[in-house]
């Protein structure tokens, strides 16, 4: 196998070989989310968790360093996640980072831009992992870096220098651990377009996140940040990015901290992947991004609402955003701890946005957990609950509302981290010396976790009913005697709402109480008219009657603590 390319000059961006194509609908495919290095190596023999025999006690330092996970470990665990129901991988950076870094197990702060690092594999390996996936009709997500690289040089005198009223301070030097004479591979930064002090903006570390000047032009802690717009990095970035389509054949890109980036570079970014995507076979590449932000910041850079910055032209730029404006209301609504108005408030305005309220949820991938928990003191969402089956019902609303449901890595084997950094969200599923709950040399593969088992039956819905991939979304107002109905006004209640696609309407019942409940609740009595029964589509074993109340259709829903129902027509 040749070596990783030194420049982006000489790249070759033809296919010699048929790339697979694009899905359809992104909304098909239930995307989950690991961290390579946290996920799974490939030794053998590494034993299960078992409660009250593992043995406990870990080294917090351990969180901080590399434990061992690889691209060869992921490959060998598609099935675990096929199984689950997810049919689309998002990894976290694969791209080689400071070797002398040990703290950069995460993937975020990239050295050389054309390498995989050698700590997860070879160019190879991900080939082989998304052969392997394409083979099981899954898909494979790159999670990708544009506005800082890590921290490949330092400020005069070698200590840290922070952002002051946008002064552009002066270069000091390369970091260099091999010294022998020029530039080898762990060495300053690659490709070598990128060697140049000036292609950097030195303007200092970040001091205040909510300046938004700073917070684009500022170093992201000590990663440094690059000059997107100028046209010898954009353009450099452009060609390392096709690269990794043409030869890893993957089929989307996450991209990282799209806020700390001028709009016009993300929108010439994203419009280049887009146009060379469809060049080589691949119709329907899916760009993505973190923009940490209400639905207003990121109407800016999301399907016809794309705007240049600082101007009215639109232009196109992401397929869809990570939906922060639903995590950070979810939790509590989940939880009991919220009345569901500002839930539902935030879908109905979608009919204003969206000319197709309908199609709303392609432009955003929904998620309860990650590997930050911005807005929530580092700690996994089940963290400190006492009702494990909360996680199910989060899961249920990602997989039955609007947008690309996406699963972070062991929350399905109710993974509950929480501390006071971020180590503790990034736990190993496969024996590690960082295990979760304070294990060591155990994995966590367990398709037989009742969690597991929980959000696969909920996937398995959202697969054959298209409804709930792609119908309009109503929140349903409830009534407890059957004639008085209304939305809830209390946290513990009955959660429902309907998909409809064309003549189907899926009703989402969702119990948030830990005591049982049974309740009224309103359908659409053209397509679930009264006299006709609902069955439940995660227990067909039963079903319930529509009947008319005060010129409505309602079904009284009976639910266990914590229950999810699935109805329609029988």
């Given at each position: 196998?040749s070596?990783a390319?030194?420049?982006?000059?000489?790249l070759d961006?033809?296919?010699n070989?048929?790339?697979y194509?694009s899905?359809?609908?992104?909304r098909?495919h239930p995307?989950?989310?690991?961290?390579?290095?946290?996920?799974d190596?490939?030794r053998?023999?590494?034993?299960?968790?078992?409660p009250?025999?593992t043995?406990?006690?870990r080294?917090?330092?351990?969180?901080k360093?590399?434990?061992?996970g690889?691209?060869?470990?992921?490959?060998r665990?598609?099935d675990?996640?096929r199984d689950?129901?997810?049919?689309?991988?998002w990894?976290?950076?694969i791209?080689k980072?400071?070797?002398?870094?040990?703290?950069?197990?995460h993937g975020?702060?990239?050295?050389d831009?054309l390498?995989?690092?050698?700590?997860f594999?070879?160019l190879?390996?991900?080939?082989?992992?998304?052969?392997a996936?394409?083979?099981?009709?899954?898909?494979v997500?790159l999670?990708?870096?544009?506005?800082?690289s890590?921290?490949?040089?330092?400020y005069?005198g070698?200590?840290?220098?922070?952002?002051?009223?946008?002064?552009?301070?002066?270069f000091?030097?390369?970091?260099?651990?091999?010294?022998t004479p020029?530039?080898?591979?762990?060495d300053?930064?690659w490709?070598?377009?990128?060697?140049?002090p000036d292609?950097?903006?030195r303007?200092?570390?970040?001091?205040?996140?909510?300046?938004?000047a700073?917070?684009?032009?500022g170093?992201f802690?000590?990663?440094?940040e690059l000059?997107l717009?100028?046209p010898?990095v954009l353009?450099t970035?452009?060609?390392a990015?096709?690269?990794?389509?043409v030869n890893?054949?993957?089929?989307?890109?996450r991209?990282?901290?799209?806020?700390h980036?001028?709009?016009?570079?993300?929108?010439?970014?994203?419009?280049a992947?887009?146009?060379?995507?469809k060049?080589?076979?691949?119709?329907?590449?899916?760009?993505?991004?973190?923009i940490?932000?209400?639905?207003?910041?990121?109407q800016e850079y999301?399907g016809?609402?794309?705007?240049?910055?600082?101007t009215?032209?639109?232009f196109p730029?992401?397929?869809?955003?990570?939906?922060?404006?639903?995590?950070?209301?979810?939790e509590?609504?989940?939880?009991?701890?919220?009345?569901p108005?500002a839930l539902?408030?935030?879908?109905?305005a979608?009919?204003?946005?969206?000319?197709?309220h309908?199609?709303?949820?392609r432009?955003f991938?929904t998620?309860?957990?990650?590997h930050?928990?911005v807005?929530r003191?580092?700690?996994?969402?089940i963290?400190?609950?006492p009702?494990?089956?909360?996680?199910?019902?989060a899961?249920?609303y990602l997989l039955?509302?609007?947008?690309?449901?996406?699963?972070y890595?062991g929350?399905?084997q109710g993974?509950?981290?929480?501390g006071p950094?971020?180590?503790y969200?990034?736990?190993c599923?496969?024996?590690?010396?960082?295990?979760?709950?304070?294990t060591?040399?155990?994995?966590?593969?367990?398709p037989?976790h009742?969690?597991y088992?929980?959000?696969?039956a909920?996937a398995a819905?959202?697969?054959?009913?298209?409804?709930?991939?792609?119908?309009?979304?109503?929140?349903?107002e409830i009534?407890?005697?059957g004639h008085?109905?209304?939305?809830p006004?209390?946290?513990?209640?009955t959660?429902?709402?309907?998909?409809?696609l064309d003549?189907?309407?899926i009703?989402?019942?969702?119990?948030?109480?830990?005591?049982e409940r049974?309740d009224?609740?309103?359908?659409?009595?053209?397509l679930?008219a009264?006299?006709?029964?609902?069955?439940?589509?995660l227990r067909?074993?039963?079903?319930?009657?529509v009947v008319?109340?005060?010129?409505?259709?309602c079904v009284?829903?009976d639910?266990?603590?914590h229950e999810?129902?699935?109805l329609?027509v029988?």
């Amino acid at each position: 196998m040749s070596a990783a390319p030194f420049s982006v000059s000489n790249l070759d961006f033809h296919p010699n070989r048929p790339l697979y194509p694009s899905p359809r609908d992104w909304r098909d495919h239930p995307i989950y989310f690991l961290m390579v290095d946290r996920f799974d190596d490939d030794r053998p023999g590494v034993p299960a968790y078992a409660p009250g025999t593992t043995a406990v006690g870990r080294d917090p330092e351990q969180g901080k360093r590399f434990q061992g996970g690889n691209l060869r470990g992921v490959t060998r665990r598609l099935d675990y996640i096929r199984d689950l129901g997810f049919t689309a991988i998002w990894l976290s950076p694969i791209f080689k980072n400071r070797i002398a870094a040990l703290d950069s197990y995460h993937g975020y702060g990239i050295q050389d831009f054309l390498q995989v690092d050698p700590r997860f594999g070879t160019l190879e390996d991900l080939r082989n992992l998304t052969a392997a996936a394409h083979k099981r009709g899954m898909y494979v997500i790159l999670d990708i870096v544009l506005n800082h690289s890590g921290d490949v040089w330092g400020y005069p005198g070698g200590h840290p220098y922070f952002y002051s009223g946008g002064q552009r301070f002066p270069f000091g030097f390369w970091r260099e651990p091999d010294t022998t004479p020029g530039f080898q591979r762990d060495d300053a930064i690659w490709p070598v377009e990128l060697q140049d002090p000036d292609l950097f903006k030195r303007q200092g570390e970040i001091v205040d996140w909510h300046d938004l000047a700073q917070a684009r032009d500022g170093d992201f802690f000590s990663l440094k940040e690059l000059d997107l717009p100028n046209p010898r990095v954009l353009d450099t970035l452009i060609k390392a990015y096709k690269y990794w389509i043409v030869n890893g054949d993957v089929d989307g890109f996450r991209i990282d901290t799209v806020k700390h980036m001028e709009s016009s570079a993300t929108a010439i970014f994203c419009n280049a992947m887009r146009e060379y995507a469809k060049r080589v076979g691949k119709h329907n590449f899916f760009l993505f991004g973190e923009i940490v932000g209400e639905d207003a910041v990121i109407q800016e850079y999301i399907g016809r609402n794309a705007r240049i910055e600082g101007t009215h032209e639109r232009f196109p730029s992401l397929h869809a955003a990570l939906d922060f404006p639903l995590y950070f209301v979810l939790e509590n609504v989940i939880k009991g701890l919220a009345d569901p108005a500002a839930l539902r408030r935030r879908y109905q305005a979608f009919r204003e946005v969206y000319t197709d309220h309908g199609e709303a949820g392609r432009y955003f991938v929904t998620f309860v957990d990650n590997h930050d928990q911005v807005g929530r003191d580092h700690k996994r969402f089940i963290a400190g609950s006492p009702y494990p089956q909360q996680t199910v019902l989060a899961c249920a609303y990602l997989l039955t509302a609007q947008g690309v449901p996406c699963l972070y890595y062991g929350t399905e084997q109710g993974f509950d981290g929480a501390g006071p950094d971020d180590r503790y969200l990034r736990e190993c599923m496969f024996g590690g010396q960082w295990g979760a709950f304070d294990t060591t040399g155990a994995h966590f593969f367990n398709p037989g976790h009742p969690t597991y088992r929980g959000i696969r039956a909920l996937a398995a819905v959202r697969a054959a009913q298209p409804a709930l991939r792609y119908g309009r979304q109503y929140f349903r107002e409830i009534s407890g005697n059957g004639h008085d109905f209304g939305h809830p006004l209390d946290g513990r209640c009955t959660l429902a709402y309907s998909r409809i696609l064309d003549s189907d309407e899926i009703l989402v019942c969702l119990n948030l109480d830990d005591r049982e409940r049974q309740d009224f609740i309103t359908v659409d009595r053209h397509l679930s008219a009264p006299g006709t029964r609902m069955r439940d589509l995660l227990r067909p074993d039963r079903t319930f009657a529509v009947v008319a109340s005060g010129g409505r259709a309602c079904v009284r829903v009976d639910l266990g603590p914590h229950e999810v129902a699935l109805l329609k027509v029988d």
